[in-house]
Structure formats: C-alpha cells, structure tokens
C-alpha cells in the first residue's frame, strides 16, 4: 500500500504533441477558489464567482450529532447569508440545452470502442437515465490487461480536456465503471491522475464541512447549488496495474473527489440542495419538476451517507 503521493499513471496529454492534444475550451464551471484563503461573503456578494467556501463555526445548539445534518445545513445557511441565487452568466435560453441519451458500455465494449479508432467518449447532459445509474466496479481481472485501461484512462483525459473538466467519472461518458479521472490542477501536483474503484476509508467530522458553490458540466450552466463536502478525506484506489494507494485529501481536491464519486454512485449535485431555487433553471425550465418527486429520498440519502 503507498501512502505517498499518487503517481502519474500514464502518459498524461500534456506530455502528447499539441497535434493530438486538444486544447482545452475556456473553462466555465472551474472550481478554482481556494477555500483556505477566501474571504466568506454572502452569496448576493460573488458576482461571477462559480462556487465558494467557508470554514463554519457551530455552536452547541447545532451540532451535527445533536441536531443533524439536514438541521445544520439549513441553518448555518440561514445565519451565514448564503441563501438566494447566484448564478453564473449564460444568456441561453431553454432551446440551447438537450439532453442525451447516452448508451452505457461495458468497460470492455468502451475498450472495444477505443481499438477500434474511438479516441473519446461524448459527455451525458441532464436528464440522461446514466446519470442516475450506480457504476460498476472494475473487477480485479482487469488489471491482467494494464494496456485497455489505459486505454481508458486517454480517453477520460481527452473528454475532460475537452469540456474543460477538473474530474470526470467513467460514467459521465457511458463507461460503466468506478474510474475517476483528475486534473493535476485540481490536485496541485504536475500530473493528473486515474484511480481505480476510489473509495472514502475517512473522513473529517461533520462539524469541518465546508460551503461549496458548484456547479456541473452535465447539468444547464444556470444551476448552481449550496452543499457542504468534508474538508479532508482519506481515499484508497487502485491504479491501472492493480497497485493498491491511499492519499489524504483537502480543499479542492478532497471537493473534487467527492463530486465525482457522486457521480459514480449516480448522484448529482442536485440532490444536495436545501433550498428549491436551486433546482431552479431558466435553461432547462423542466428541470424542477422532474426532480421534485425524488428530491426528499435522494437528498436524505445523500445527508445519510447512503452513496457512498
């Protein structure tokens, strides 16, 4: 088991020629703040900010293992100011989104895929069913053939380059396996990396969660929602040669874990949400109404730690 820093995996794009690397688009839903160092302001306050994050302080009266956390995030939101809408900057209308309906291959059809001169896989918009599909784990004979996932691994690079994505989950793109692919941006460290059936073995107490702002490149650009991650996590993966690795994570980085195991575990970033503006869209107007039925049991699983 290596408990030092995740290694580079693959040869990662930027090391490829600029004439099969693709230049990545101007990034609109980045999630660049450094939560350590901004200031905590209202949420009427950010202007274009796509996300933020406070450190919160809670009294007696609203600890997490007194009051729990549907109780906490609602009114640490109330008292921090962080309620109303704060969306970014569009100008499309409702005719500009669709949404896909993306077939969900077999690692080994998404690898078949890939020989046979497929170099990415296109990225599923909302509502497409794979989004709320649970992905598959990557079973252990697939290490046997280190070549096909990394495979795989080029071609999640290429989709995330592509729709300017710090992470990408397999299934996001209709391969259905626990894969995550992660800029080195996000990570601070000179390459991205693959992990390999990711899975949380620790995490900070609830009472450290911190305030994001985020958004989703599945999602339409208007939809932004409040949520809380944990501030640290320890995760465990397997790379591409089946070697086992744990790495602690903070910040952006244990932020960006955590949104894309929710998409693993088909779980999106509207779940999270407490107050209903935020399923608001001007974009995609249907959007609220297909989510309200579910919203309550998908929103308590997620506050129950059910998807993970």
Not at 112 to 129: C, E, K, N
Not at 210 to 238: G, H, I, K, M, Q
Request: net charge neutral; aromatic share 4%; glycine share 6%.
């Amino acid at each position: 088991m290596d408990t030092g820093k995740m290694i580079p995996l693959w040869r990662p794009a930027a090391a490829l020629s600029a004439s099969t690397s693709p230049r990545p688009r101007p990034l609109t839903c980045r999630h660049s703040v450094n939560p350590e160092t901004l200031t905590p302001r209202p949420a009427a306050d950010l202007g274009n900010l796509v996300h933020f994050s406070k450190r919160i302080l809670f009294g007696k009266a609203l600890d997490t293992r007194e009051a729990g956390r549907r109780a906490v995030l609602v009114a640490t939101a109330m008292l921090a100011g962080l309620g109303g809408r704060t969306r970014a900057a569009s100008g499309m209308d409702s005719s500009k989104w669709s949404g896909t309906q993306i077939r969900m291959n077999t690692l080994a059809e998404a690898v078949a895929r890939l020989r046979s001169g497929t170099r990415s896989f296109p990225m599923a918009r909302y509502p497409d069913p794979i989004l709320r599909r649970v992905a598959e784990p990557v079973a252990e004979s697939a290490f046997q053939s280190p070549e096909d996932l990394n495979l795989l691994a080029r071609a999640l690079e290429v989709a995330a380059r592509t729709e300017g994505a710090v992470g990408l989950a397999a299934s996001q793109v209709g391969v259905n396996a626990r894969i995550i692919f992660l800029d080195q941006d996000v990570l601070g460290e000179a390459a991205p990396r693959i992990l390999v059936n990711p899975r949380i073995t620790e995490r900070s107490s609830e009472g450290d969660m911190r305030w994001w702002r985020e958004c989703c490149l599945v999602l339409p650009p208007d939809v932004l929602v409040t949520l809380l991650r944990d501030a640290t996590v320890s995760v465990e993966y397997f790379d591409i040669m089946g070697r086992l690795h744990t790495q602690s994570l903070e910040g952006e980085a244990a932020r960006a874990l955590q949104h894309e195991l929710d998409h693993l575990n088909g779980v999106l970033i509207l779940d999270h949400a407490t107050d209903d503006e935020d399923l608001d869209s001007k974009i995609f107007p249907a959007l609220k109404s297909l989510e309200s039925p579910e919203h309550a049991r998908r929103q308590q699983a997620v506050f129950d730690r059910l998807d993970v």
